[in-house]
């Protein structure tokens, strides 16, 4: 038995964000301005939160076991002196733009990450609109290097916690830009809105979870843009309110895509692993195929941020 | 925490807000002006423009023919505040007492009712009736 345990800061967390949503609408409310806010979309998210975390209470014991089995191996043991837990925190996060990059670039794992971009709005419910099948994605796997490193598996989850509640608050319209230096550093409000854009500009850019310099380093940065306001929700819209269509239609469309007749068995695998619009056939746009028309359309974006 | 506490939290909380957001009018389906319905079509199908667009009087959804007439018909719709849009293809069109129901094939859009009058529904059945990819089936209710 392993006695090192942390704080859940996730369902600690719970009550800060119910006040603050509180908060943002009564903001918004009385400054007609900085959001918007859905009745039915808003529940749709919170229940997609509260399932989150169920799911989690439910399955958080294969990540954990695996995460055990890993650490029984490993001979190493950093401890969790307050240094440990920072440069664990910082790693932690490099780990986190790189599982969040796969979730938009590998269909598998964006099945799971694509209900969190599956609303038209972006306020402080947007951010608890979590997935249910994270588990299935096994992107804990990315997670491995962290324990085998030394970081007891209690520690590597606490971080992310941090970093998962550290992320809700930038999902707001209603602060705009922050000081350039927190801007240059952190991922804030305005970055994460150019990542939940739908605009062919801001597509695949801004995966950071809490420190946007992954982006600059990675050449995935594109700043939000004056010019080109972000147009939220998915390049194909759901229509659906239904939290069991949203937790699992591209999980749905990559049954029904994989079991089409007379297709081979790279292109099978390919509608699961190729990114996002993929198909056999051409008749799909990724990402790539929707700028390069975006810029037919429009020549004039060429060599902007983004293109 | 224990889980009786986040229980009541979340439930509270989701019901608190719920609640809110009605009584202050945020559950009202958008409305469409034609050029707001072409506007919604042109964001979800850049390549797709318009020859033909008529609007339910109800003003919260649009068929599209497009200017490719090989290609399918569109729907254009409110979605809670905002709208989403699908070509018709192998949908399941019924009749109801307020216009049209279409189910369309589709896990992520499962199917819209249309609130037309009956001149309107038996004009809309009509355009999506005789265009060879949009109908499976019709039936009345």
């Known amino acids: 038995m392993d006695p090192l345990s942390f704080p859940d800061v996730t369902q600690l967390a719970v009550p800060i964000f119910i006040a603050a949503i509180l908060g943002e609408f009564l903001w918004i409310a009385l400054k007609g301005r900085g959001g918007r806010y859905e009745t039915r979309d808003a529940v749709t998210s919170l229940i ?260 | 925490m224990p889980l009786e506490l986040l229980l009541i939290l979340v439930v509270g909380g989701v019901a608190a807000i719920a609640v809110l957001l009605h009584l202050t009018g945020r559950s009202d389906l958008r409305l469409l002006s034609a050029d707001q319905a072409r506007q919604a079509w042109l964001r979800q199908f850049p390549d797709s423009p318009i020859a033909q667009l008529t609007l339910a009087e109800d003003g919260h959804a649009a068929l599209i023919q497009p200017e490719d007439g090989s290609a399918p018909l569109g729907l254009v719709w409110s979605f809670g505040a905002d709208t989403v849009a699908r070509c018709l293809e192998n949908v399941e069109m019924k009749t109801a007492r307020r216009g049209l129901y279409l189910r369309l094939a589709d896990f992520s859009a499962p199917g819209v009712q249309l609130h037309l009058n009956g001149s309107e529904a038996a004009h809309w059945q009509r355009l999506i009736a005789h265009h060879p990819a949009a109908l499976a089936t019709a039936t009345e209710v």
């Open chain 1, 48 to 307: 997609m939160g509260a399932g989150s975390v169920a799911s989690g209470i439910v399955l958080g014991f294969i990540a954990w076991g695996f995460f055990m089995v890993l650490w029984e191996i490993t001979p190493l043991d950093l401890g969790t002196s307050i240094g440990v837990i920072v440069l664990c925190f910082v790693l932690d996060d490099l780990r986190y733009y790189w599982v969040h990059r796969f979730g938009h670039r590998i269909r598998w794992v964006w099945a799971s990450h694509v209900n969190h971009h599956s609303s038209q709005h972006y306020n402080l419910t947007t951010a608890l609109r979590q997935t249910w099948t994270g588990t299935f994605t096994f992107m804990m796997v990315v997670r491995a290097p962290l324990v085998l490193l030394g970081f007891h598996p209690a520690l590597v989850l606490f971080v992310g916690g941090i970093n998962l509640v550290y992320q809700f608050w930038i999902h707001t319209e209603a602060i705009g830009k922050l000081p350039r230096w927190f801007e240059a550093v952190m991922n804030t409000p305005s970055h994460h809105r150019a990542h939940h854009g739908r605009n062919p500009r801001y597509l695949d850019c801004n995966y950071a979870g809490v420190f946007i310099i992954w982006d600059k380093i990675f050449g995935t940065f594109v700043p939000e843009q004056d010019s080109d306001p972000v147009d939220y929700g998915l390049v194909y819209n759901i229509a659906t309110f239904n939290p069991l269509r949203v937790a699992f239609h591209e999980w749905v469309a990559i049954y029904r895509d994989m079991t089409q007749p007379g297709l081979s068995l790279k292109q099978r695998l390919l509608y699961a692993l190729a990114p996002p619009g993929y198909s056999h056939d051409g008749s799909r746009d990724t990402s790539e195929t929707i700028k390069a028309k975006h810029l037919a359309r429009q020549p004039q974006d060429s060599g902007t941020p983004g293109f």
